[in-house]
C-alpha cells in the first residue's frame, strides 16, 4: 500500500460516540500499535520466519499487544466486521478448526485459524494508523527487508552461517529465514513495493538504492519462482501505472542488481572459494550504476552510461572472476524446470486431494510420499505449492475460502 494512502481512522472512529474528536492519546496509541506490529515483523523475519515456537510467541504477543492497543483507542465497529477480508479470513479459519473436528483431530485446526486470526488482527490495526504511522510502518518493512536482503548477499559472498544454502552444487542467499525461497517470498513483495513507490518519485536516490539492493538480495536466492513472481509483479504495475514510468522506475534499480549479480555468481560454486572482494566491488558498482541512471534525464545519455558500465564491470567479472564458468554450472543447476522431488510431491498432494475432495485429510494431516525414481519412497511434510498444500489438507471448500480471502485482499489493496 502507498505510504500516501488515505488513512482509515477517522472511518473506524465514526462508530464512537465521541469519533469525531481528534483525541491525541488515541493517535498515540494507534501509533505504538503500528510500532508493535513493526517489532512483530522484525521478530518474524530475523528469527527464520518465525518457524519454531520460541520466535512463534513473540511474533503472537506482539501482535496481540499492537491489535489491543488499537482497539482500545478506537473500538470495533460494523465497518470492521463488514470488511471482505476479515469475513474471509474468519471463515476459513473457522473451516480449519471444524474440518479438524470432524476428522478426529481437533487440535491440528489451532494452528492455521491462529494464523489467520493474526492476519485478522494485522488488517484491523492498520486500518486504525494515521498516515504518519503508516509511513513509518512502510519505511521499517522496508529497512528489515533490506536487513533479509543484505544478510542474504553476505551468506553467499562470504559462505556466512546459515545465511547461505547449499544445493545442487550451487550456495544460495537463504538469509536469517535460512531457506532461499523463503527468502525470496518476503523479497519480491518489498521490492514490488518499492518499485511502486519510485513510480511517483523516479530520482529518489533513497529508493533507487532501496530497490537496487533488495533485488541484489533477490537474485542471490537464485529462486526461479521469485523470478516469476517478480515479472508477474512488474506486469501489473505497468498496467497499473503505465508501462513508461514503470521501466523508467524500474531500470536503474534493475541494472544496478544485475551488475551486482554478475560479481556475486564467482562465490556461488561450491567447488570454488568465494570472492567476497569481487562481490564487494560488484555491489558497489551495481549502486553507483542505478544512482546514476536515476539522475540522469534524458535516455541517450542513459544507454551511453549503461554501455560503458555494463561493458567495464562484465569485462572485470570475466577476467578477475572467471564469472563465465561460474555462469554456466549456476545456470546448469538453476535454469531449468526439473524438480523431480517437487513434482513428485505436488503430485502426492494431489492425489491426497483427490481420496479427499471436500474435506482434505485434515489440518497437518496429508501423508506426501511416493516412490522414486531409484525405488525408495520420498515422504515430505509440505508440497512446496500452497494452493495443492491446501487442497490436501482442507479440501476444496478451503481451497474455494482462500481464494475468495485473496481476492478480497485484493480488492482491499
Do not use: K
Not at 543484505?150 to 550456495?171: E, F, M, P, T
Not at 518476503?186 to 537496487?212: F, I, K, N, T
Not at 535516455?299 to 564458468?325: D, Q, S, T, Y
Not at 502426492?348 to 516412490?371: C, F, K, Y
Request: a positive charge; one cysteine or more; glycine letters at 12%.
Amino acid at each position: 500500500m502507498s505510504p500516501t494512502a488515505e488513512a482509515h481512522t477517522p472511518t473506524v472512529a465514526s462508530g464512537t460516540a465521541d469519533g469525531g474528536r481528534d483525541e491525541p492519546g488515541r493517535r498515540r496509541a494507534a501509533g505504538w500499535a503500528g510500532l508493535l506490529l513493526l517489532m512483530a515483523v522484525a521478530a518474524g523475519l530475523l528469527g527464520q520466519g518465525a518457524v519454531y515456537t520460541r520466535v512463534r510467541w513473540y511474533v503472537g504477543v506482539l501482535v496481540a499487544l499492537a491489535t489491543l492497543l488499537a482497539l482500545v483507542a478506537w473500538p470495533p465497529t460494523r465497518d470492521d466486521a463488514r470488511l471482505p477480508p476479515v469475513v474471509a479470513a474468519l471463515a476459513l479459519a473457522a473451516w480449519a478448526v471444524l474440518d479438524a473436528a470432524l476428522l478426529g483431530v481437533p487440535a491440528a485446526g489451532a494452528g492455521p485459524a491462529l494464523l489467520l486470526l493474526g492476519v485478522v488482527a494485522v488488517l484491523l490495526t492498520c486500518r486504525r494508523l494515521g498516515e504518519e504511522d503508516r509511513e513509518v510502518l512502510l519505511l521499517g518493512v522496508v529497512g528489515i527487508g533490506l536487513l533479509v536482503a543484505l544478510a542474504g548477499w553476505l551468506g553467499v559472498a562470504g559462505r556466512v552461517g546459515s545465511w547461505a544454502w547449499l544445493g545442487d552444487g550451487v550456495w544460495r542467499a537463504s538469509s536469517t529465514l535460512t531457506y532461499p525461497n523463503a527468502a525470496a517470498a518476503v523479497l519480491v513483495p518489498v521490492a514490488l513495493v518499492v518499485l511502486a513507490w519510485l513510480v511517483d518519485a523516479p530520482r529518489s536516490l533513497g529508493l533507487v538504492l532501496a530497490a537496487s539492493g533488495l533485488l541484489t538480495g533477490l537474485g542471490a536466492t537464485m529462486s526461479r519462482a521469485a523470478a516469476l513472481a517478480l515479472a508477474v509483479g512488474l506486469v501489473v504495475l505497468a498496467g497499473l501505472r503505465g508501462p513508461r514510468r514503470t521501466a523508467r522506475a524500474a531500470l536503474g534499480p534493475c541494472l544496478g542488481a544485475l551488475v551486482a549479480l554478475v560479481c556475486l555468481v564467482p562465490s556461488m560454486p561450491a567447488a570454488r572459494p568465494p570472492r567476497p572482494v569481487l562481490a564487494l566491488a560488484g555491489l558497489c558498482a551495481g549502486l553507483a550504476l542505478a544512482a546514476v541512471v536515476a539522475r540522469v534525464r534524458r535516455w541517450p545519455a542513459v544507454a551511453l552510461v549503461l554501455g560503458g558500465a555494463l561493458v567495464g564491470c562484465l569485462a572485470a567479472g570475466i577476467v578477475v572472476g572467471g564469472v563465465g564458468n561460474a555462469a554456466r554450472l549456476v545456470a546448469e543447476s538453476r535454469i531449468t524446470l526439473a524438480s523431480p522431488d517437487r513434482s513428485g510431491a505436488m503430485r502426492a498432494a494431489l492425489r491426497v486431494a483427490a481420496e479427499h475432495p471436500l474435506t482434505g485429510a485434515g489440518p497437518g494431516q496429508a501423508d506426501l510420499q511416493w516412490r522414486g525414481a531409484d525405488g525408495g519412497t520420498r515422504i515430505f511434510a509440505y508440497a512446496h505449492n500452497e494452493s495443492a498444500q491446501l487442497a490436501a489438507e482442507l479440501g476444496l471448500v478451503g481451497l474455494g475460502l482462500l481464494a475468495v480471502l485473496l481476492v478480497a485482499l485484493a480488492r482491499l489493496l
